[in-house]
């Protein structure tokens, strides 16, 4: 197999946008106020030791309930207007696109992903999708009227690396098994041209992975946010990225700058492999 794709995953909330995507949606909906909220939910999985996602998505329908407002899947969706995203990202893609195709002489292909704990009927709805090949987010079960009853898929820290995997496999589509043995050689997108772009300790278990399989990733913050900034640090410290950037997704930005750099050597590294395997 020409393994020449590289993969760009992206994590959401707090990577492609400054708050979660439920602060600009669900909750101002809802009347709730953000930090009541995940108060409440940090307290309970405190208390309970319940996974934080699954609580999350139980108390929204809870929320909800309450307010006698049922959740359809279209209002998911005309939510995903409203999200607000860092400065740059809606050009970042087409910016990279060029970028690759123009360094690659259109001989590689750039795929980029999202692997979200956020809710995927929201995501659906972003004006961003149309650059993205596919997204892995939580998803709720909906009743005969269509109404969200409860959580069918839930995405945490850890179960992102599931989504790596697909990706890595070409298995993309959720009923398809990624367990079943595949060598490396047909394997479409390697590990090593995997580029993760995430913004906290949730991205741990997938930068991890990543980095020890041969790929990268960055890890960026908020500039004026000084616990952000820390934590990346401290990721970089620890190995788990190979740069950190301000989220500033504009031409020219550092983060740009970075992420070119991580590219030019994806790219001379599949040059490389290519030209190996023709000699052999």
Not at 177 to 192: A, C, G, L, Q, V
Request: proline share 2%.
């Amino acid at each position: 197999m020409k393994q020449n794709k590289i993969a760009l995953i992206y994590d959401f909330d707090g990577t492609l946008t400054p708050k979660t995507m439920q602060e600009y949606t669900l909750l101002p909906k809802l009347g709730i106020s953000p930090k009541k909220f995940w108060d409440s939910i940090n307290e309970e999985s405190h208390k309970t030791g319940g996974e934080t996602m699954m609580i999350f998505m139980r108390h929204l329908l809870d929320q909800a309930k309450d307010k006698n407002i049922k959740i359809s899947k279209n209002e998911f969706y005309k939510m995903g207007k409203d999200i607000k995203y860092y400065q740059g990202v809606t050009e970042w893609f087409g910016n990279i696109n060029k970028y690759i195709k123009k360094l690659s002489k259109n001989n590689i292909e750039i795929h980029h992903y999202i692997i979200s704990a956020g809710h995927i009927e929201i995501l659906e709805g972003i004006s961003i999708k149309k650059y993205i090949k596919k997204i892995f987010a939580s998803e709720y079960f909906y009743n005969t009227s269509k109404h969200a009853v409860f959580p069918k898929i839930v995405v945490t820290d850890t179960t992102k690396t599931q989504y790596l995997f697909r990706i890595n496999k070409g298995k993309e589509n959720l009923s398809e098994s990624i367990n079943t043995h595949m060598s490396e050689e047909k394997r479409p997108i390697p590990f090593d041209n995997m580029i993760y772009i995430g913004d906290g300790l949730t991205d741990v278990p997938s930068m991890a992975l990543i980095k020890k399989e041969g790929g990268h990733s960055i890890a960026v913050y908020q500039k004026k946010l000084n616990d952000q900034v820390k934590i990346c640090q401290e990721l970089s410290n620890a190995n788990r990225v190979d740069f950190i950037a301000e989220a500033d997704y504009r031409k020219g930005s550092e983060l740009y700058k970075k992420t070119c750099l991580l590219l030019n050597y994806v790219i001379a590294k599949i040059g490389y492999d290519l030209e190996l395997k023709k000699s052999k």
